[in-house]
Each structure stands twice: as C-alpha cells, then as structure tokens.
C-alpha cells in the first residue's frame, strides 16, 4: 500500500476524514502513526474532542512492558523499540474492539507521571462507533506488529519537521524527570534510532500527512 501525501493546512480537514469513516454508524478503527514526537496522541486526542462520544482514543502505548520486565530483560535502555511492547496484547484488543461483542472493553493507558502502563483506564462502549489508536509501530512489519495493520481500516502516517520533534522529545523528557544534557541524548539516541525504524513503514499509510509551511 502506498501512501499519499497531503498537506496538513486545517485540524477540521482531519476531523471530517475521520467522521466520515464511521458515519454508517459501523465500528471502524483509525491508526495514526509516525515517528516519536511527531504529535500522534495530540493529534488523536484533539479528534476524539471534536467528535464529541463518536470516538474514543486507545493508545499503543498503553501496551509498554513495565519498567521492572524490561529490567530484567535487559531492555531498559532501548524502551519505546519495537520488542519492549507487548504486541500480542495490542493485537488482540484491536481484534475484540473490531468484534464489537461486548458491551464494554476496557483498554490500557501509560501514564508519563508513573513512566508505567495502568490497565483498565480507557471504557470503549460498544455504541462508539469511531476508535482512534495511535503509535510509532502500526505500520510496522516483523515482530508480530504486521497483524496490526489488517485490523486498521484506515492508516494515516504523521510527517513532521525532524528539528521539530527533537525539541518536542527532549522537552518531554525533561517533564518526566530527566536533566537536559540525559533529555538531550536520549531524544537523539534511543528515540531517534526508534524513529529511523519508524520512518520506513510510511509507504504502508493510506495518507501521508504533513503539516502545511
């Protein structure tokens, strides 16, 4: 699948692509990918707010391994790669929120104060219609994270100014506790190696979408 590249000009553009996908009143599910600080969960929870109870945001990060299993795996200092998520779990949630056979799901959410994933933090009802997911591998093809993508029934791919990111990482980083000279290395270290991973996936994306000017 190759993507198209649109020019980002206004939020209500993207908003009326997303309505438009679930206006039938079917579940369809929306991925946003693209590289780490590309704006994804900014992106997804803005359209979640203007479409009102037809959407609701579940989060690939909610699928992180715990801080103390990436210990002992050895994957500390590699988290956000594609093998320090649980894959299958996100794969199989995307499957039952497809199915649209429980009143009820309850996905989950990683909260940036604790740096850990919380279970049960997100109710999909089965009366929404819309489901926004976003996250660096949606698109990606080995590893387990290639049964993601058929469970999508549009992708868009976040195109956004490499500089830009970069600021918005390590300014993240230095939110959640790190000084600026760690917040600096490990947004051009460990999230950009992460994002050059990312970047070859686009092409899979129905849209390519890149912020105007």
Do not use: C, Q
């Not at 803005?46 to 037809?54: D, F, M, S």
């Not at 230095?174 to 996936?201: C, F, I, K, P, S």
């Amino acid at each position: 699948m190759t993507g198209h590249d649109h020019p980002v000009t206004h939020p209500t553009e993207l908003v009326a692509r997303a309505a438009d996908l679930a206006r039938d009143g079917e579940r369809r599910i929306l991925g946003i990918a693209g590289e780490p600080g590309a704006g994804k969960s900014t992106l997804a929870v803005t359209l979640v707010a203007a479409l009102g109870g037809g959407a609701v945001y579940v989060p690939m990060d909610g699928f992180h391994l715990a801080r103390a299993e990436l210990v002992r795996l050895g994957r500390a200092e590699r988290k956000g790669a594609p093998d320090t998520f649980d894959v299958g779990g996100y794969v199989a949630l995307l499957r039952r929120l497809r199915t649209r056979g429980e009143p009820v799901v309850w996905a989950p959410a990683f909260h940036r104060d604790l740096e850990e994933p919380v279970a049960g933090s997100i109710a999909v009802p089965a009366g929404v219609p819309l489901v926004i997911t976003e996250g660096n591998y949606l698109l990606h093809d080995h590893g387990g994270w290639e049964a993601v993508r058929p469970l999508l029934d549009e992708a868009w791919f976040l195109d956004v100014d490499r500089g830009l990111r970069l600021e918005r990482l390590a300014a993240r980083h230095r939110a959640h506790g790190r000084d600026a000279e760690a917040a600096y290395r490990w947004a051009r270290g460990t999230d950009e190696r992460n994002a050059e991973l990312v970047r070859t996936t686009a092409a899979r994306a129905d849209h390519v979408l890149r912020p105007a000017g």
